[in-house]
Nanobody, 129 residues
């Protein structure tokens, strides 16, 4: 079965950095989308960063405007771990972070607002001022 397991969350001061990881297993599609989402208490889930992979390589990445220039999404060479490097963290980045995955067509890819089939359990990120 497809399994996604997040790690790397924690507490950090504003301006600091964290690196989130999502270990992926049971997902063998040649074309797929993966992404990071977050949800703060009392707020809707929002997309943070997404990546579209074709033939085991990154085709494109996209970010929410609120994190552009600060966050970077990537995957390792084995294509089994999704990463999110978060720099210059702000208190408003505090949320539960989730990774997600879904197969997609070669010419397409999942958008933040689309339905994603597979989700991890989440990891908490807390940024203090």
């Amino acid at each position: 079965q497809v399994q996604l397991v997040e790690s790397g969350g924690g507490s950090v001061q504003a301006g600091g950095s964290l690196r989130l990881s999502c270990a992926v297993s049971g997902f063998t599609y040649s074309y797929y989308s993966m992404g990071w989402f977050r949800q703060a208490p009392g707020k809707e889930r929002e997309g943070v960063a997404r990546i579209y992979t074709r033939n085991r390589s990154t085709y494109y990445t996209a970010y929410a405007d609120s994190v552009k220039g600060r966050f970077t999404i990537s995957q390792d060479n084995a294509k089994n771990t999704l990463l999110l490097q978060m720099n210059s963290l702000k208190p408003e980045d505090t949320a539960e972070y989730y990774c997600a995955a879904d197969p997609s067509a070669p010419v397409g890819g999942k958008r933040f607002t689309d339905t994603w089939n597979y989700w991890g359990q989440g990891t908490q990120v807390t940024v203090s001022s």
